[in-house]
């Protein structure tokens, strides 16, 4: 099988066997552990993740693996899936909505294909580079020429100031219209479905990104690294809704 229709087909079943599990767990009262970067996991994030490994080595045995809690598998093969089976875990154990699962289908380190479901809500949103749809309808950001007119959204302010320069991020809040820390994947869903128009994380990683990469292009929109370069290589992501407000982030933030 080497068809993007038939690998979309596969990443919807992925995002509803793994959001069954996810649904079932959530706001239930479950432990919650702390991996070694001191971030929280929960037996939905493994339970998850190790499904859909599981469906993916059976379905297609010569792909690799790339996933947050137990990591690579077949390295070497140009078809990898990535996934993050909750992104958003802190926002998943305190009962939010915003928080979804990540599934990326690179070939040749090229993200191909990206999905965020949102099991709860029963939403699955799936880009493939020139399209984006949210439960098969396609889906468009909204384009808004104004930095003034804009709403950005950033996961964590406190990671802007650890990781970037703080003072320019600031500047660029009191440039727009409105300002709200609706983040995780579910800012870049805002995006992509035309309700938000700046999505700003200054660090990612590689399994946090690539999903992204194809649903935002698909969408119509723009998505770059923190300094207008490559997401794919690079290490935190900035996407909007128009390249004209993009290049003017960038401007301000670097």
């Not at 079932?24 to 490994?53: C, H, W």
């Not at 949210?134 to 889906?139: A, R």
């Not at 406190?158 to 219209?177: E, G, M, T, W």
């Not at 292009?217 to 923190?226: E, K």
Request: aromatic share 8%.
């Amino acid at each position: 099988m080497d068809d993007l229709k038939d690998f979309t087909l596969f990443a919807q079943n992925l995002a509803e066997i793994s959001g069954k599990i996810i649904k079932g767990y959530f706001r239930t009262n479950i432990t919650i552990d702390t991996k070694s970067d001191q971030s929280p996991v929960t037996i939905a994030d493994k339970k998850a993740e190790e499904l859909m490994r599981e469906t993916i080595m059976n379905n297609f045995p010569e792909h690799g693996i790339i996933g947050e809690e137990f990591g690579s598998h077949n390295e070497v093969s140009e078809y990898q899936w990535i996934l993050d089976p909750i992104d958003g875990t802190k926002n998943f154990i305190c009962g939010a909505l915003s928080f979804g699962t990540l599934i990326a289908l690179t070939k040749k380190g090229k993200p191909i294909l990206g999905v965020i479901n949102q099991p709860v809500l029963n939403e699955c949103l799936i880009g493939d580079n020139e399209t984006a749809r949210l439960n098969g309808v396609i889906v468009k950001v909204r384009n808004r020429s104004k930095l003034s007119d804009s709403v950005l959204l950033t996961t964590d302010h406190l990671d802007i100031q650890k990781y970037q320069d703080i003072d320019k991020f600031n500047s660029l809040i009191h440039k727009v219209k409105l300002y709200r820390n609706w983040g995780d994947c579910y800012g870049y869903y805002l995006i992509a479905t035309g309700f938000a128009d700046i999505m700003i994380d200054p660090i990612m990683s590689v399994w946090d990104s690539m999903a992204l990469i194809p649903i935002i292009r698909g969408a119509g929109g723009t998505i770059t690294d923190y300094h207008g370069n490559d997401p794919v290589a690079g290490k935190s992501i900035i996407a909007t809704g128009s390249a004209e407000v993009h290049k003017e982030v960038i401007k301000i933030l670097n």
